[in-house]
């Protein structure tokens, strides 16, 4: 590590909250930047509770486009209005990161006037509820996946020409990097297919092919969807040996943990840390940073987590979306 990164994560790590990526859909059609895109950002970032902004999913390639109102790293010309999010949040005394995401499935034809890629051909709603077009998607080759990895690093570099201190790769809530992991969406037969090394090989060639578009003085997060929380999908066990592997293979300095298949919630759990069980596994069996989420509402509850060995920081994401002064009582 160099010693410019580890002074970032010096940083990072004597903090205790993160302000999770939280989508509000404030882009403008094109994905560039847009005031109010800005405006979310400052009131954030002048709550001196969060320590850590890690900007909402941002799409690295047209295809991975999941929703309107967000934002774009799939060109060049997005980068000076990134500039002005990154500005503000460091103006605000906080280390700055934004999301590298590609939608795969959960992309919408509607959108992208494309059809979406995923690892195999699946209708994605069928795994993930509520969660992509009704058609099938398109079984990505091996061409595709190799396109895929480096539009992944060609949108790290651009997000710290744009400014930001690190970069956060979005391999959770059923979007692409996670449709590979879970045995829920991917039935390939080859090596990204059935062994959890295998489903977990394209999170490893993207967090290489980013660190070697970055270099070595900007940290490198992954939000892994570890547990599926849903029958036949991924347990617990799956997530931490996926955990060693990426720890093992891969030179990320953070893994932010959440939901896989079931998303950002998980069925029937709504008390703090809902996935507190999955992050104590994989802190126990990793030598990484681990961020733990889910449900936190309340101080006490980042506090309660910590103490618990839950994680080594706590992600908060509704509560201040929902407040950006938490956890002040909102203005009236």
């Not at 709603?125 to 058609?135: S, V």
């Not at 596994?281 to 309660?304: S, Y």
């Amino acid at each position: 590590m160099s010693e410019i990164r580890d002074q970032i994560m010096q940083r990072i790590l004597s903090g205790k909250i993160v302000q999770a990526p939280t989508a509000c859909y404030k882009a403008n059609l094109d994905g560039t930047v847009s005031d109010d895109l800005v405006d979310f950002y400052a009131a954030r970032a002048a709550n001196p509770v969060s320590d850590i902004m890690i900007v909402e999913h941002s799409y690295v390639a047209p295809r991975g486009k999941a929703s309107k109102g967000q934002i774009s790293l799939a060109s060049g010309d997005v980068v000076e209005g990134l500039s002005r999010i990154a500005e503000t949040i460091k103006e605000g005394g906080k280390v700055a990161l934004i999301q590298l995401a590609h939608a795969g499935g959960a992309a919408k034809r509607k959108y992208t006037r494309m059809v979406p890629w995923a690892p195999s051909s699946m209708v994605l709603g069928e795994a993930a509820a509520g969660l992509g077009d009704p058609e099938p998607t398109q079984a990505m080759s091996k061409a595709d996946i190799a396109q895929t990895v480096q539009q992944f690093a060609d949108a790290a570099v651009r997000a710290v020409q744009a400014g930001f201190d690190g970069v956060e790769i979005h391999a959770a809530h059923a979007y692409l990097l996670n449709e590979f992991f879970s045995p829920l969406t991917n039935k390939r037969t080859d090596e990204y297919g059935g062994s959890v090394e295998n489903r977990v090989r394209i999170h490893c060639e993207v967090a290489r092919a980013v660190r070697t578009a970055v270099g070595p003085d900007v940290p490198v997060f992954m939000r892994f969807g570890g547990c599926d929380y849903l029958e036949g999908g991924n347990t617990i066990e799956d997530a931490v040996e996926a955990a060693k592997i990426i720890a093992r293979e891969t030179d990320i300095d953070v893994l932010d943990v959440s939901g896989g298949m079931c998303y950002y919630k998980r069925p029937g759990h709504k008390e703090a840390g809902y996935f507190a069980d999955m992050t104590t596994a994989i802190k126990q069996a990793v030598n990484l940073p681990v961020v733990v989420t889910g449900g936190v509402r309340e101080m006490a509850d980042a506090d309660a987590l910590l103490a618990a060995g839950a994680g080594d920081l706590v992600g908060v994401g509704r509560a201040l979306f929902k407040n950006a002064m938490w956890p002040e009582a909102p203005a009236e």
